[in-house]
């Protein structure tokens, strides 16, 4: 099985920054699309950014030059980040990886639980 846990949120003033971790464990053979969702209260879960097998990245329109995504495949970990928070920033953010457990086995998507970040004076 695979576990995605991430950590890193909190409370922050508008104008500050945060660094989002999420780190894979469990039966690992590789890794490849590594992506970054968020979900407002009320509203759909949306695609924040996305980190391919080889690096190659993409974000959501209203973050880009404000959030960075990368990662270390070393120690099978995301991060997300975020600098010059907004209010509109908050919201839970969870973690999505696409993983292949063993070699001949499908690639599958997995979750992690969520992290609140909250964007307030």
């Known amino acids: 099985q695979v576990q995605l846990v991430e950590s890193g949120g909190g409370l922050v003033q508008p104008e500050g920054s945060l660094r989002l971790s999420c780190a894979a464990s469990g039966s690992i053979f590789r890794i490849s699309a590594m992506r970054w969702y968020r979900q407002a209260p009320g509203k759909q879960r949306e695609l924040v950014a996305v980190?391919?097998?080889?690096?190659?990245?993409h974000y959501k329109d209203s973050v880009k030059g404000r959030f960075t995504i990368f990662r270390d495949n070393a120690n099978n970990t995301v991060y997300l980040q975020m600098n010059s928070l907004k209010p509109e920033d908050t919201a839970v953010y969870l973690c999505?990886?696409?993983?292949?457990?063993?070699?001949?086995?499908?690639?599958?998507?997995?979750w992690g639980q969520g992290t609140q970040v909250t964007v307030s004076s």
């Open positions: 980190i391919a097998g080889g690096d190659s990245t």
């Open positions: 999505n990886a696409d993983v292949q457990t063993t070699a001949w086995r499908l690639v599958r998507g997995y």
